[in-house]
């Protein structure tokens, strides 16, 4: 039986296939589509899904989409109604596609796949928990969802047993802590649904003072926007929490901070390129202790109901690593797991196991232990591309070669591009499409913010550490937690290897790991070790194979052009090693399309 | 090929064309909707000319659509969401003081995901 999920219409579109209750594929649209986030429907990548099994939309026995479209027109509506007349731009904006797309899931599925079957329409945050709970390697699990919003839903806790999902409880628009975190992120000047991780990267600027305990009172007050940034929201002591919604637009506006505050803050809305003041660094870490203030308490409240001591969570909210990483140890929970790709484009995988287990009560069979779940290319496929494009290009003997050469450019400074097996499934790329280097050096970053991503030089980069060693590098949680291999942790890096690993320690002297299984990545795995053996680290750089403004690389074509167009020196992909120097000629420069 | 009587000037067509067509924009750009503008082709004249009245062409029917789209949505605006509003209570919207949360806090009851199977084959 195949089932397919489908997510769109809001941002990051997504789609995944389930065979007999397992997940087979899974994509978003914005790789195939190269628009980032892409909201559109999800038409190439359905089309991979169908393709990878060699099947036909016919072969679907059901479509499950990830929200109840109907509902959430109810709610726009309803925000029209209690925003009269202040809502005329916004409506006007909205409703065509509304009329003409949104509501018409059926007919969208006709036309666009031919599709005649049975559609289910699960709710947002159900999907969202579906997508946490049933993927996960827990038989219970408290769930917690936290995202802008879903139909209504902007918060949500319940229970996860065997198939079954259920959310008791919520917090409904427009109070939501996922939109107190994107007006902030406007506010700053960075956008909306893209940019809320540079906000938690730009949080450690802000003044606080960690020596009285993070998060503690005496933290706080080193801070002097967190108070003011409290006034916008009142938090009730089991997490529960209500905006004051004068101080903003996003009711009716495609504005989201009102002039209130902006006041408040004490300056306007900061332009994009506009230098970032210390103020813009005390607001961006007033609203990251806040989150973690609202997340912690609703994880609490959460545990003193269900009294189970495993937790998944999921929304875009879920994807805070920083607050991630304070869970384990400031909660009652044991353990933890997080889906890799915990936003809206991870509903496309929720819905489908909802509708598999839940629905239809087939049984829970599917265990997502790695991400590794989108497009994968041949050696046949690639050869042929690097020979039809002319690309000069090598090919190693064995696996042992790849990684023994990989590992000397990388311990030589080089920068590499990693291009190996599926596509990762999320926004992180986790060692299949990756940009490589060596944590050791002092100019990495720089090297790797200039010449290669473009990007803000207050952003740090990940390490990536097999998960047996992140121990002696990090002071993680023990036993380790699943979420680390899918990036989804920040942990303080100890003390003694701060100065060791410039590239990848942030200011506050922590590290957003990646831990590295062997049993789901053998080759990455090994690169890492081989490098180990080389530099006396066994750790590397990985960052996401794109630069700014473009999804991550999906086909051997578009990583051979962020390379041309960047300051990657070599590319590792399939069995092929293509050098830079060896392809002079530089088919783009990337900066200049480099974006928001 | 002869015109009917209310063609024989057309003159006021091509000026409502034109002001249809700009209306259409301007309401496109308000909305922040408007298409960036093509590149300039290197086109001989008689094909340059053929795309140019292409994109004229395009221009018009986008801009007529604009204009309909602006029109119908802003009757409906005003009549059912500006009427509605009249009568439907609007939400309350009061922040609390500080120090008067709410003991019971703010969580609402929700009960998702133990409905029949039927619930689900529904976008409602
Ligand atoms: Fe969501």
Redesign the pocket.
Known sequence: MYILGISCHYHDSAATLLKDGLVVAAAEEERFSRRKHDAGFPLAAIRWCLESQGIGIDQIDHIAFYEKPFLKFERILRQHLDNFPRSFKTFHMAMPKWLTEKIRIRSVLKKQLGYRGDVLYVD??LS?AAGAFLPSPFEEAAIV?V????EWTTTAYGMGRGSSVELLRDIRFPHSLGLLYSAITAYLGFSVNNSEYKVMGLSPYGRMDRSAGRGSAGDKAANPMYSKLRQVIDIHEDGSYRLDMDYFLFQHSDRMPAERLCRLLGGPVRRPEEELLPRHKDVAAAVQMITEDVVLAILRHAHHVTGCPNVVLS??VALNSVCNGRILAETEFKNIWIQPNA??AG?SMGAALFAHCAVLGRPRSYRLDHAYLGPEFSGAEIGKFLSDKGIRHSRFASREALVSEAARLLHAGQVVGWFQGRMEWGPRALGARSILADPGRPDMQAILNEKVKHREAFRPFAPAVCAEDADEYFQCDSPLPLPADFMLMVYPIREKWRARLPAVTHVDGTGRLQTVRRAANPLYYDLIKEFGTLSGIPMLVNTSFNIRGEPIVCTPGDAYRCMMGTGIDCLFIGDFLVRREDNSKDIWDSESVATD | MRLGPGFSNLLPYAIAAILLTGAGHLARLWLNQAAAPPAPAKDGLRRGMGRAWLRGLQAFFHGTAACNNFIFLSVAYFAGIGITSLFAGRKEKKFPAPGSTPPAGYWQDLNLGKREADAYYRPF
């Open positions: 947002h945050h969202h969802t995202d802008g919003v879903g929304g875009g936003g809206d509903n």
